[in-house]
């Protein structure tokens, strides 16, 4: 079993809109072509991938208000497990915008999310323990809900390595930070708002990570590019011809891939490889999940692979 | 076809020492009106209702009362076991089925126990799910 936790998840609403007008003077009204509403939040993206995969696997977080019950809902709908913490206030709803021929700069609106009491950090942390008796692997990602501790990924991380289950950690700032201290099995820091630098900056931090006892760093440095390192070496991995459609998801892909390969047996180095297949079949997609195989397998012809 | 084909995949479940007051919470915030209480290990050991806080309250109400005449009196017995555990009011023969188990057993059980859910454990005994009524009835259509 895996399990997810997504501390804030979100419903996300995309439009699609021929033409981005704020020009001044004008009151802009942007009539959108088509839109798309889901479930969301780094790790129900992964749980949603790995469902359709027929991988089982429980989505954890905190949820609230008639929001909430739409994410609970359709979590369950795609046969994921739930056991969500309920909070008072409102889940998120995150607005997208991706204006016709700039879809690989999509528009963000995001909201904080309802807080956390004391109290149900401390019932989620009894839940997640039970969740760790059947877990294989566990994946922590996205931002953090006001009250929710900037040492919840690391504490989280703790628990896991307790019970020897590998952990993935998909964040940013103290809370991925924090959650360094503990050594995860795979971390891939967010880096949308705080990119690591040029190519060379990374190789120099994540080595830095890995020579502290992380198991493997995955860094996106370019919307089509991943620098991969282990304990045994570095790559690149470049996805080329990629025909952008819907950026969003991608980066969730890349884990979900990667995880996916890895629960299924394959080399850590192979399954990144997957993983990068997956986040491109789904750059390439109006679909903010794509786990079709044909159309991963297509878009593995498009990853290539450099030894850094 | 199997109940965990069928169940409603969801572990929102009580601990034993939780209070009746976050119980009330949970069950405002989550819509819900029963859940399974369950042990560190996951395993369940009782389920609890808003009819059993109502009548750990007012013990004997639903039996005695056909209406409700007084809400301040239903008000004063809450506050006085607000911060009470609620393994004291859970029920803790609870009927249960594994995931393995069919639809036909499943629907018996609810007809002959007269229940509208059932929790559903693993081999383990470890919570997996809850089948509903409008599960197994979905699954008919």
């Not at chain 1, 969301?40 to 929001?67: P, Y």
């Not at chain 1, 913490?85 to 999509?106: A, K």
């Not at chain 1, 860094?219 to 950026?247: M, Y």
Request: aromatic share 6%; proline share 5%.
């Amino acid at each position: 079993m895996i399990i997810t936790v997504t501390p804030n998840p979100a419903i996300d609403k995309i439009y699609w809109i021929e033409r981005l007008c704020l020009d001044d003077g004008e009151v802009p009204v942007m009539r959108a072509t088509r839109s798309y509403l889901t479930a969301g939040g780094k790790g129900i993206n992964v749980s949603i991938f790995l469902a359709r995969l027929g991988i089982e696997n429980i989505a954890m977080g905190f949820i609230a208000g008639e929001t909430g019950r739409a994410v609970e809902r359709r979590v369950r709908d795609e046969g994921i497990t739930t056991s969500f913490i309920w909070v008072e206030g409102e889940t998120r709803t995150n607005v997208t915008l991706l204006e016709h021929g700039h879809e690989s700069r999509p528009i963000q609106i995001t909201e904080q999310g309802p807080t956390v009491s004391p109290d149900a950090l401390k019932r989620f942390i009894a839940h997640y323990k039970r969740a760790l008796q059947r877990a294989r692997y566990i994946f922590l990602g996205g931002s953090l809900p006001p009250g929710v501790p900037e040492t919840f990924y690391q504490e989280l991380t703790h628990l896991a390595h307790a019970r020897r289950v590998p952990v993935i950690v998909n964040a940013a700032g103290e809370a991925l930070t924090h959650a360094l201290s503990e050594k995860p099995w795979l971390v891939k820091p967010d880096t949308r708002q705080r990119p690591l630098g040029t190519p060379e900056e990374i190789l120099r931090t994540g080595r830095e990570w890995i020579a502290g006892g992380i198991g493997a760093v995955l860094v996106s440095h370019h919307i089509t590019h991943d620098v991969f390192i282990t304990p045994q070496g570095a790559w690149d991995l470049e996805a080329c011809d990629v025909q952008f459609k819907n950026l969003l998801g991608a980066e969730d892909a890349l884990i979900a891939g990667t995880l996916s390969a890895t629960a299924q047996g394959a080399p850590v180095e192979e399954a990144v490889r997957w993983g990068m297949a997956a986040a491109t079949a789904c750059a390439e997609s109006e679909e903010l999940v794509v786990t079709d195989r044909q159309r991963i397998e297509q878009a593995l012809t498009k990853v290539h692979v450099y030894q850094l | 076809m199997k109940v965990k084909e069928l169940m409603t995949r969801d572990l929102t479940a009580a601990e034993p020492t939780m209070t009746v007051r976050e119980l009330i919470e949970l069950f405002h915030q989550s819509g819900l009106s029963s859940v399974p209480v369950v042990n560190d290990q996951g395993r369940i050991v009782g389920i609890i209702s808003e009819r059993d806080i109502i009548e750990g309250a007012l013990p004997g109400y639903f039996e005695v009362l056909y209406g409700i005449t007084d809400m301040s009196h239903l008000s004063q017995k809450l506050r006085e076991i607000e911060h009470d555990r609620i393994e004291f009011y859970m029920t803790p023969d609870v009927i249960k089925i594994e995931e393995d188990e069919d639809d036909l057993t499943a629907a018996d059980l609810m007809v002959r126990k007269n229940v509208k859910s059932l929790p559903v454990v693993n081999r383990d005994g470890i919570l997996v799910g809850m089948l509903r009524r409008i599960d197994l009835l979905k699954d008919l259509l």
